[in-house]
């Protein structure tokens, strides 16, 4: 069992910039590929950066944002940067046994979320 604990949301204009956290619980997270999804209103959840060996991004986000993990402090972040109206959306911390997931079905332990706004 993961638990998830996402922080770091908040509102910021456009072009500016917001550090996301995802805190795990439990002693085996540096088995688990990391993700990160989120999901705008009226929108289906969405890939948007995975790490494990490797790092992965959507084409939306690539170049912006950035995956990183700290496997001693059991944590995950998202950088973004040169963040757009057209990010805003609740980012979901993901966590999935073997290797990334790009699709929420594969998906093994959510987070809760935190609420990103871009305003204009």
């Known amino acids: 069992q993961v638990q998830l604990v996402e922080s770091g949301g908040g509102l910021v204009q456009a072009g500016g910039s917001l550090r996301l956290s995802c805190a795990a619980s439990?002693?085996?997270?540096?088995?688990?590929?990391m993700g990160w999804f989120r999901q705008a209103p009226g929108k289906e959840r969405e890939f948007v950066a995975g790490?494990?060996?490797?790092?992965w991004y959507s084409d939306s986000v690539k170049g912006r944002f950035i995956i990183s993990r700290d496997n001693a402090k059991n944590t995950l972040f998202l950088q973004m940067n040169s963040l757009k109206p057209e990010d805003t959306a609740v980012y979901y911390c993901?966590?999935?046994?073997?290797?990334?997931?790009?699709?929420?079905?594969?998906?093994?332990?959510w987070g809760k979320g935190t609420l990103v706004t871009v305003s204009s």
């Open positions: 993901a966590a999935t046994a073997g290797t990334v997931t790009f699709t929420p079905s594969g998906v093994d332990y």
């Open positions: 439990g002693r085996t997270f540096s088995r688990y590929a």
């Open positions: 790490i494990s060996w490797k790092t």
